[in-house]
Protein backbone atom coordinates (compact mmCIF):
# COMPACT_ATOMS: atom_id res chain seq x y z
CA UNK A 1 0.00 0.00 0.00
CA UNK A 2 3.37 2.41 0.12
CA UNK A 3 2.56 4.14 -3.33
CA UNK A 4 1.78 3.54 -6.53
CA UNK A 5 4.08 0.88 -8.79
CA UNK A 6 3.88 -0.99 -11.81
CA UNK A 7 5.91 -4.70 -13.30
CA UNK A 8 5.64 -5.96 -16.70
CA UNK A 9 3.21 -5.52 -19.26
CA UNK A 10 -0.30 -4.45 -19.23
CA UNK A 11 -3.06 -3.03 -20.88
CA UNK A 12 -3.41 0.46 -22.14
CA UNK A 13 -6.87 0.37 -20.43
CA UNK A 14 -8.01 -1.47 -17.64
CA UNK A 15 -11.08 -3.92 -17.81
CA UNK A 16 -10.24 -3.88 -21.66
CA UNK A 17 -9.03 -7.09 -24.24
CA UNK A 18 -5.22 -7.68 -23.72
CA UNK A 19 -4.42 -10.90 -26.03
CA UNK A 20 -1.39 -13.36 -25.26
CA UNK A 21 0.57 -14.50 -28.43
CA UNK A 22 -1.75 -17.07 -29.27
CA UNK A 23 -4.63 -14.73 -29.43
CA UNK A 24 -6.53 -15.88 -26.06
CA UNK A 25 -7.02 -13.31 -23.38
CA UNK A 26 -5.07 -12.37 -20.63
CA UNK A 27 -6.90 -13.18 -17.15
CA UNK A 28 -7.01 -10.39 -15.55
CA UNK A 29 -7.63 -10.16 -11.42
CA UNK A 30 -8.26 -7.41 -9.06
CA UNK A 31 -6.68 -8.20 -5.31
CA UNK A 32 -7.65 -5.94 -2.90
CA UNK A 33 -8.41 -5.29 0.62
CA UNK A 34 -11.30 -4.12 2.63
CA UNK A 35 -14.22 -5.00 -0.18
CA UNK A 36 -13.23 -2.88 -3.31
CA UNK A 37 -12.71 0.40 -0.82
CA UNK A 38 -8.83 -0.93 0.56
CA UNK A 39 -6.12 -0.70 -1.74
CA UNK A 40 -5.62 -3.16 -4.90
CA UNK A 41 -3.58 -3.93 -8.26
CA UNK A 42 -4.86 -5.33 -11.29
CA UNK A 43 -3.01 -8.92 -12.21
CA UNK A 44 -2.95 -10.19 -15.55
CA UNK A 45 -2.54 -13.80 -16.11
CA UNK A 46 -1.76 -16.44 -18.66
CA UNK A 47 -4.10 -18.97 -16.66
CA UNK A 48 -7.72 -17.88 -14.81
CA UNK A 49 -6.70 -17.82 -11.06
CA UNK A 50 -9.63 -19.85 -10.66
CA UNK A 51 -8.56 -23.04 -12.66
CA UNK A 52 -8.13 -25.50 -9.45
CA UNK A 53 -7.14 -29.16 -10.52
CA UNK A 54 -7.95 -30.53 -6.91
CA UNK A 55 -8.42 -29.71 -3.40
CA UNK A 56 -6.85 -32.41 -0.77
CA UNK A 57 -7.71 -32.72 2.51
CA UNK A 58 -7.31 -29.27 4.97
CA UNK A 59 -4.62 -29.83 7.58
CA UNK A 60 -5.28 -28.32 11.64
CA UNK A 61 -2.98 -25.49 11.76
CA UNK A 62 -3.49 -23.61 15.02
CA UNK A 63 -1.75 -22.36 18.57
CA UNK A 64 -2.95 -23.64 21.03
CA UNK A 65 -3.77 -20.95 23.86
CA UNK A 66 -2.08 -21.57 27.31
CA UNK A 67 -4.62 -21.16 30.60
CA UNK A 68 -4.36 -20.10 33.64
CA UNK A 69 -1.57 -17.93 32.49
CA UNK A 70 -0.65 -15.23 35.29
CA UNK A 71 -1.07 -11.66 35.05
CA UNK A 72 2.87 -10.78 35.39
CA UNK A 73 5.70 -9.72 32.69
CA UNK A 74 7.19 -12.16 31.04
CA UNK A 75 10.29 -13.07 29.46
CA UNK A 76 10.68 -15.83 26.37
CA UNK A 77 13.88 -17.21 25.93
CA UNK A 78 14.12 -18.00 21.76
CA UNK A 79 17.79 -17.97 21.14
CA UNK A 80 18.51 -21.52 21.24
CA UNK A 81 16.13 -22.77 19.28
CA UNK A 82 18.02 -22.18 15.83
CA UNK A 83 15.23 -24.93 14.01
CA UNK A 84 11.79 -24.81 15.35
CA UNK A 85 10.62 -27.44 11.97
CA UNK A 86 11.95 -28.78 8.83
CA UNK A 87 9.80 -26.27 6.55
CA UNK A 88 8.71 -22.42 6.81
CA UNK A 89 5.10 -23.28 7.79
CA UNK A 90 5.65 -26.27 10.02
CA UNK A 91 8.36 -24.18 11.92
CA UNK A 92 6.47 -21.67 12.53
CA UNK A 93 5.48 -21.87 16.40
CA UNK A 94 3.04 -19.13 17.59
CA UNK A 95 3.71 -17.79 20.96
CA UNK A 96 1.49 -14.12 21.27
CA UNK A 97 -1.71 -14.02 20.09
CA UNK A 98 -5.61 -12.46 19.98
CA UNK A 99 -7.81 -11.13 17.77
CA UNK A 100 -5.64 -8.39 16.16
CA UNK A 101 -2.47 -9.76 15.77
CA UNK A 102 -0.37 -13.07 16.08
CA UNK A 103 3.23 -13.28 16.69
CA UNK A 104 5.56 -16.35 15.66
CA UNK A 105 9.15 -17.61 15.36
CA UNK A 106 10.62 -19.27 12.81
CA UNK A 107 13.09 -20.77 12.16
CA UNK A 108 12.90 -23.57 9.55
CA UNK A 109 15.90 -26.31 8.47
CA UNK A 110 15.23 -26.21 4.69
CA UNK A 111 16.18 -23.53 2.46
CA UNK A 112 13.81 -23.71 -0.20
CA UNK A 113 10.10 -24.41 -0.09
CA UNK A 114 8.70 -27.25 -2.02
CA UNK A 115 4.94 -25.63 -1.68
CA UNK A 116 3.28 -22.05 -1.94
CA UNK A 117 1.66 -19.97 0.62
CA UNK A 118 -1.06 -18.04 1.12
CA UNK A 119 -2.77 -16.48 4.33
CA UNK A 120 -6.26 -15.52 3.36
CA UNK A 121 -7.03 -14.05 6.41
CA UNK A 122 -4.14 -11.95 7.27
CA UNK A 123 -1.18 -9.72 6.08
CA UNK A 124 2.23 -11.02 7.46
CA UNK A 125 4.95 -8.67 8.63
CA UNK A 126 7.96 -11.29 8.24
CA UNK A 127 10.98 -9.63 10.66
CA UNK A 128 14.33 -11.04 9.00
CA UNK A 129 16.19 -11.01 12.28
CA UNK A 130 18.94 -13.91 10.56
CA UNK A 131 18.93 -14.51 6.98
CA UNK A 132 18.89 -13.99 3.70
CA UNK A 133 17.46 -14.59 0.28
CA UNK A 134 14.57 -14.07 -2.11
CA UNK A 135 10.83 -13.90 -1.65
CA UNK A 136 9.13 -14.89 -5.24
CA UNK A 137 5.50 -13.90 -4.91
CA UNK A 138 2.86 -13.61 -7.99
CA UNK A 139 4.38 -9.66 -7.95
CA UNK A 140 7.62 -11.05 -8.36
CA UNK A 141 11.30 -11.46 -7.03
CA UNK A 142 11.99 -9.30 -3.99
CA UNK A 143 15.60 -9.70 -2.49
CA UNK A 144 15.51 -9.71 1.36
CA UNK A 145 18.61 -9.56 3.96
CA UNK A 146 18.91 -9.25 7.97
CA UNK A 147 16.97 -6.49 9.39
CA UNK A 148 14.22 -6.58 6.66
CA UNK A 149 10.32 -6.31 7.30
CA UNK A 150 8.91 -8.24 4.32
CA UNK A 151 5.44 -6.86 4.36
CA UNK A 152 3.19 -9.45 2.54
CA UNK A 153 -0.52 -8.76 2.59
CA UNK A 154 -3.07 -11.33 2.53
CA UNK A 155 -3.71 -13.51 -0.55
CA UNK A 156 -0.35 -12.92 -2.43
CA UNK A 157 0.45 -16.70 -3.22
CA UNK A 158 4.19 -16.67 -2.48
CA UNK A 159 7.36 -18.63 -1.05
CA UNK A 160 10.57 -18.25 0.12
CA UNK A 161 14.07 -19.54 -0.83
CA UNK A 162 16.26 -19.07 1.72
CA UNK A 163 20.20 -18.48 1.62
CA UNK A 164 22.61 -20.86 3.53
CA UNK A 165 23.18 -19.81 6.77
CA UNK A 166 21.13 -19.06 10.21
CA UNK A 167 17.46 -18.14 9.07
CA UNK A 168 15.62 -16.52 12.36
CA UNK A 169 12.55 -14.95 11.62
CA UNK A 170 9.87 -12.85 14.08
CA UNK A 171 6.32 -13.11 11.79
CA UNK A 172 3.37 -11.14 13.06
CA UNK A 173 -0.03 -11.67 11.24
CA UNK A 174 -2.16 -9.02 11.18
CA UNK A 175 -5.86 -9.02 10.42
CA UNK A 176 -6.19 -5.75 9.26
CA UNK A 177 -4.11 -4.68 6.63
CA UNK A 178 -0.71 -3.04 7.50
CA UNK A 179 0.04 0.90 6.69
CA UNK A 180 2.51 2.48 7.00
CA UNK A 181 1.98 5.19 9.89
CA UNK A 182 -1.01 7.73 9.35
CA UNK A 183 0.41 10.52 11.23
CA UNK A 184 3.60 11.07 8.66
CA UNK A 185 1.05 10.83 5.44
CA UNK A 186 -0.45 13.97 4.15
CA UNK A 187 -3.44 14.29 2.48
CA UNK A 188 -2.12 12.48 -0.61
CA UNK A 189 -0.74 9.66 1.20
CA UNK A 190 2.76 10.52 0.80
CA UNK A 191 5.28 10.58 3.38
CA UNK A 192 5.93 13.52 5.32
CA UNK A 193 9.49 15.39 5.89
CA UNK A 194 9.23 14.28 9.84
CA UNK A 195 7.98 10.40 8.85
CA UNK A 196 11.47 8.46 9.90
CA UNK A 197 11.22 6.61 6.79
CA UNK A 198 10.29 7.78 3.20
CA UNK A 199 8.90 5.71 0.11
CA UNK A 200 12.48 5.71 -0.91
CA UNK A 201 13.62 3.20 1.23
CA UNK A 202 10.43 1.08 1.06
CA UNK A 203 11.46 -1.85 -2.09
CA UNK A 204 8.76 -3.07 -4.12
CA UNK A 205 9.24 -6.53 -6.24
CA UNK A 206 11.61 -5.51 -8.91
CA UNK A 207 11.36 -8.34 -11.50
CA UNK A 208 8.19 -10.84 -12.52
CA UNK A 209 9.16 -14.58 -12.46
CA UNK A 210 9.42 -15.96 -15.75
CA UNK A 211 6.23 -18.16 -16.73
CA UNK A 212 7.01 -21.95 -16.89
CA UNK A 213 3.99 -23.90 -18.04
CA UNK A 214 3.28 -27.81 -16.56
CA UNK A 215 3.87 -29.28 -13.16
CA UNK A 216 1.67 -29.52 -10.50
CA UNK A 217 1.70 -26.76 -7.97
CA UNK A 218 0.52 -26.72 -4.75
CA UNK A 219 -0.51 -23.82 -2.29
CA UNK A 220 -0.91 -24.28 1.75
CA UNK A 221 -3.86 -21.96 2.05
CA UNK A 222 -3.89 -20.62 5.83
CA UNK A 223 -7.74 -19.57 6.74
CA UNK A 224 -9.51 -20.56 10.34
CA UNK A 225 -7.43 -22.65 11.73
CA UNK A 226 -6.63 -25.11 8.86
CA UNK A 227 -4.17 -25.45 6.21
CA UNK A 228 -6.38 -25.44 2.70
CA UNK A 229 -4.35 -27.60 0.28
CA UNK A 230 -4.95 -26.36 -3.22
CA UNK A 231 -3.50 -28.24 -6.43
CA UNK A 232 -2.86 -26.12 -9.52
CA UNK A 233 -1.96 -27.84 -13.01
CA UNK A 234 -0.16 -24.77 -13.85
CA UNK A 235 2.50 -22.14 -11.75
CA UNK A 236 0.72 -19.64 -9.86
CA UNK A 237 3.72 -17.33 -11.23
CA UNK A 238 2.37 -17.26 -14.09
CA UNK A 239 1.76 -12.80 -13.67
CA UNK A 240 2.77 -10.92 -17.34
CA UNK A 241 1.78 -7.51 -15.57
CA UNK A 242 0.20 -5.46 -12.59
CA UNK A 243 -0.14 -2.61 -11.03
CA UNK A 244 -1.73 -1.22 -8.39
CA UNK A 245 -0.67 0.13 -4.42
CA UNK A 246 -1.39 -3.60 -3.03
CA UNK A 247 1.91 -5.78 -3.15
CA UNK A 248 4.39 -7.52 -0.80
CA UNK A 249 7.40 -4.58 -0.18
CA UNK A 250 10.30 -4.62 2.31
CA UNK A 251 11.66 -2.20 4.66
CA UNK A 252 15.27 -2.07 6.49
CA UNK A 253 15.19 -1.72 10.21
CA UNK A 254 18.85 -0.20 9.19
CA UNK A 255 17.01 2.85 7.13
CA UNK A 256 14.75 3.42 10.29
CA UNK A 257 16.12 6.75 11.07
CA UNK A 258 15.68 7.82 14.69
CA UNK A 259 13.82 10.60 16.63
CA UNK A 260 15.13 12.00 19.31
CA UNK A 261 15.48 14.61 22.01
CA UNK A 262 16.76 16.42 24.86
CA UNK A 263 14.54 14.47 26.82
CA UNK A 264 13.45 10.92 26.95
CA UNK A 265 11.12 11.00 23.94
CA UNK A 266 8.24 8.41 24.16
CA UNK A 267 7.84 5.02 22.34
CA UNK A 268 5.68 6.10 19.53
CA UNK A 269 8.74 7.79 17.73
CA UNK A 270 10.01 4.25 17.19
CA UNK A 271 6.74 3.55 14.97
CA UNK A 272 7.29 1.69 11.64
CA UNK A 273 3.63 0.71 10.98
CA UNK A 274 -0.09 0.55 11.80
CA UNK A 275 -2.53 -1.62 11.92
CA UNK A 276 -6.53 -1.93 14.17
CA UNK A 277 -5.44 -2.12 17.67
CA UNK A 278 -2.07 -2.51 17.43
CA UNK A 279 1.54 -1.03 16.25
CA UNK A 280 5.21 -1.95 15.18
CA UNK A 281 7.93 0.08 16.62
CA UNK A 282 11.64 -0.22 15.42
CA UNK A 283 14.43 0.72 18.43
CA UNK A 284 17.57 1.68 16.52
CA UNK A 285 21.24 3.21 17.18
CA UNK A 286 20.58 6.88 18.09
CA UNK A 287 22.25 9.71 20.27
CA UNK A 288 20.67 9.58 23.83
CA UNK A 289 19.06 12.48 25.44
CA UNK A 290 20.91 15.77 25.37
CA UNK A 291 19.56 17.85 28.16
CA UNK A 292 22.48 18.40 30.73
CA UNK A 293 19.87 16.39 33.55
CA UNK A 294 18.39 14.06 30.90
CA UNK A 295 17.83 10.43 32.57
CA UNK A 296 18.02 8.48 29.06
CA UNK A 297 16.38 5.25 30.52
CA UNK A 298 12.88 4.95 30.20
CA UNK A 299 10.43 6.03 33.04
CA UNK A 300 8.21 3.37 34.73
CA UNK A 301 5.05 3.61 33.05
CA UNK A 302 1.29 1.85 33.22
CA UNK A 303 0.47 1.40 29.54
CA UNK A 304 -3.13 0.54 31.00
CA UNK A 305 -4.71 -0.29 28.01
CA UNK A 306 -1.87 -2.06 25.97
CA UNK A 307 0.16 -5.08 26.07
CA UNK A 308 3.94 -4.21 25.11
CA UNK A 309 5.61 -6.77 23.45
CA UNK A 310 9.76 -6.41 22.54
CA UNK A 311 11.90 -8.75 20.55
CA UNK A 312 15.25 -7.68 21.05
CA UNK A 313 17.60 -7.76 18.21
CA UNK A 314 20.89 -7.26 18.36
CA UNK A 315 23.13 -5.13 21.11
CA UNK A 316 22.65 -4.33 24.92
CA UNK A 317 18.91 -3.35 25.61
CA UNK A 318 20.33 -0.64 28.57
CA UNK A 319 16.73 -0.75 30.61
CA UNK A 320 16.96 -4.39 30.78
CA UNK A 321 19.23 -7.25 32.25
CA UNK A 322 19.29 -10.73 31.08
CA UNK A 323 17.72 -10.37 28.16
CA UNK A 324 19.23 -12.18 24.95
CA UNK A 325 19.00 -11.37 21.66
CA UNK A 326 15.64 -13.34 19.91
CA UNK A 327 14.36 -13.07 23.85
CA UNK A 328 10.77 -11.58 23.94
CA UNK A 329 9.34 -9.37 27.05
CA UNK A 330 5.79 -9.27 27.09
CA UNK A 331 4.61 -6.56 30.15
CA UNK A 332 0.39 -6.93 30.00
CA UNK A 333 -1.43 -3.65 30.20
CA UNK A 334 -2.71 -2.97 33.74
CA UNK A 335 0.36 -3.43 35.84
CA UNK A 336 3.37 -1.00 35.70
CA UNK A 337 6.85 -1.81 34.08
CA UNK A 338 10.20 0.11 33.87
CA UNK A 339 13.74 -0.30 33.65
CA UNK A 340 15.72 -3.00 35.72
CA UNK A 341 17.63 -1.69 38.91
CA UNK A 342 20.41 0.35 38.63
CA UNK A 343 19.80 0.72 35.02
CA UNK A 344 18.45 4.35 35.61
CA UNK A 345 21.82 5.51 37.45
CA UNK A 346 23.66 3.77 35.05
CA UNK A 347 22.63 5.63 31.77
CA UNK A 348 23.33 8.98 33.14
CA UNK A 349 25.57 10.69 30.96
CA UNK A 350 25.38 7.55 28.47
CA UNK A 351 25.44 9.40 24.90
CA UNK A 352 23.99 7.01 22.76
CA UNK A 353 22.80 3.46 22.64
CA UNK A 354 23.12 0.64 19.72
CA UNK A 355 20.26 -1.51 20.71
CA UNK A 356 18.21 -3.02 17.67
CA UNK A 357 14.87 -4.30 18.97
CA UNK A 358 11.26 -4.96 17.41
CA UNK A 359 8.07 -3.99 19.68
CA UNK A 360 4.39 -4.83 18.83
CA UNK A 361 2.21 -2.90 20.89
CA UNK A 362 -1.16 -4.23 21.45
CA UNK A 363 -4.36 -2.59 22.37
CA UNK A 364 -6.03 -5.75 23.22
CA UNK A 365 -4.97 -7.93 25.65
CA UNK A 366 -2.59 -10.86 24.61
CA UNK A 367 -2.82 -14.21 25.15
CA UNK A 368 0.33 -16.73 25.42
CA UNK A 369 0.24 -20.13 23.82
CA UNK A 370 1.55 -23.50 25.47
CA UNK A 371 4.25 -23.17 22.85
CA UNK A 372 5.22 -20.35 24.55
CA UNK A 373 5.23 -21.56 27.93
CA UNK A 374 8.40 -23.63 26.60
CA UNK A 375 10.55 -20.40 26.68
CA UNK A 376 8.94 -18.78 29.60
CA UNK A 377 11.88 -17.50 32.13
CA UNK A 378 10.42 -18.20 35.29
CA UNK A 379 12.43 -15.49 37.09
CA UNK A 380 11.77 -12.65 35.23
CA UNK A 381 8.44 -11.04 37.05
CA UNK A 382 10.95 -10.98 40.24
CA UNK A 383 13.76 -9.94 38.48
CA UNK A 384 13.57 -6.14 39.98
CA UNK A 385 13.59 -7.26 43.16
CA UNK A 386 17.42 -6.58 43.66
FE1 LIG B 1 7.29 0.04 27.97
Redesign the pocket.
Known amino acids: MAYYHKLGNIPHKRHTQFRQPDGSLYAEQLVGTLGFSGVASLLYHVNPPTRISRIGEPVPFAPKVADNVKLAPHHLRTLQLTETGPDYLSARKTLLLNNDVAISICSPSERKMSYSYKNAQADEVVFVHEGSGVLYSQMGKLEFNEGDYLVIPRTIIHHFHFADGPVRLLIIESFSPVETVRRYRNQFGQLLEHSPYSERDLRPPHELIEYQPGGEHLVQIKKEGFLHQYYYDFSPYDVVGWDGYFYPYAFSIYDFEPITGRVHQP ?1 PVHQTFEAHNFVICSFVPRLFDYHPLAIPA ?1 YN ?1 S ?1 VDSD ?1 V ?1 YYVDGDFMSRKGVDRASFTV ?1 PGGIP ?2 PHPGTVEASIGKKETKEYAV ?1 I ?1 TFKPLHLTEDALTFMDEKYPMSWKE
Do not use: A, I, Y
Open positions: PPHNELHHGMD
